[in-house]
């Protein structure tokens, strides 16, 4: 189903949901007027060099803004509900308001007065949410591949955190670094079983509050 563009419409996608280390990401972008939607695709689908470029591009021709949630709010308050607040925290920097909201996937923040939508597969649907996912994955990225040059032995440069073989294979060798996410379930499982124990015992604690199962 194609989505017609309208006026004011933000697009907003994340990254770093699947990463085992640091923050994730979200991109809130509206495009300005002359914006040439056909120059922006999933960002998954595009080499490093060419998102560095559509960066630019994107930030010199809309309104933009980045959000983030930390680690230590992943840990805190599960994966998902980070990723939502880090998207909630990109579209309240705009600085021009959205008419309609168009977030990729399922599930959406919520924030009073605006209108905001969910898209599956937005990101391949929806220009505004291309772009947003571009933003995102090219910030994030940089602060990867920066924390990585003091952690060369985990590949952050190459895997920029995620479960890759080298990853796990570091991780066991090494152990964990600060910047890892002890609720994820790879570092469970490396962690001795006091510590896993311990951090689940937190986990569920701290999900059982009321407010935490749903939407941010």
Known sequence: MEYKSQKNVAGVDEVGRGSLIGPVYAAAVIFKKGFDKKKVKDSKKLSPKKR???ENYIKKNSYWAIGTASKKEIEKINILNAS???????????????????????????????????VVRGDQKIPEISAASILAKVSRDRLIKKMSKKFKAYLWDKNVGYGTRDHLSAIKKF???KHHRKTFKPIRNILSPIESKAQLIKINSILSRPGLQGGV
């Open 175 to 177: 152990g964990i670094t």
């Open 52 to 54: 560095e470029f559509l």
């Open 84 to 118: 939502l607040l880090a998207m909630k925290r990109s579209i309240l920097k705009l600085k021009l308001k959205p008419q309609i909201i168009k977030v990729d996937g399922n599930k959406k923040p919520y924030i009073n007065n605006l209108n905001i939508k969910s």
